[in-house]
Nanobody
Framework: QVQLVESGGGLVQAGGSLRVSCAAS????????MGWFRQAPGKERELVAR????????DYADSMKGRFTISRDNAKNIVYLQMNGLKSEDTAVYYC?????????????WGQGTQVTVSS
């Protein structure tokens, strides 16, 4: 049974930093592209960042470039999202996902999400 469990969300002031983590189990972690998505109230889920199988290639949404960094530890089966310079518009539920193929990734598994709230 595949499980993706996010952690590290919380309340942070604008301009601050936060790192969210996603621990994966039940799958061959290094065989999956990993991604972070987010969904704000009343908005569609959007891709934040993704990282290739060995972490050599990353991809970010334009509004996150330079502020967010995705990384992975294949020995620990964890993917991270370091978020710096947080803005109120970054407030959302952040979801971890595991997928296949690059660049046209099909997302196969999803976590339950972790809430990130940025106060202005």
């Amino acid at each position: 049974q595949v499980q993706l469990v996010e952690s590290g969300g919380g309340l942070v002031q604008a301009g601050g930093s936060l790192r969210v983590s996603c621990a994966a189990s039940g799958l061959t972690f290094s065989g999956y592209v990993m991604g972070w998505f987010r969904q704000a109230p009343g908005k569609e889920r959007e891709l934040v960042a993704r990282i290739s199988w060995r972490g050599r290639t990353t991809d970010y949404a334009d509004s996150m470039k330079g502020r967010f960094t995705i990384s992975r530890d294949n020995a620990k089966n964890i993917v991270y999202l370091q978020m710096n310079g947080l803005k109120s518009e970054d407030t959302a539920v952040y979801y971890c996902a595991a997928g296949s193929n690059w660049p046209l990734t099909r997302w196969d598994y999803w976590g339950q999400g972790t809430q990130v709230t940025v106060s202005s």
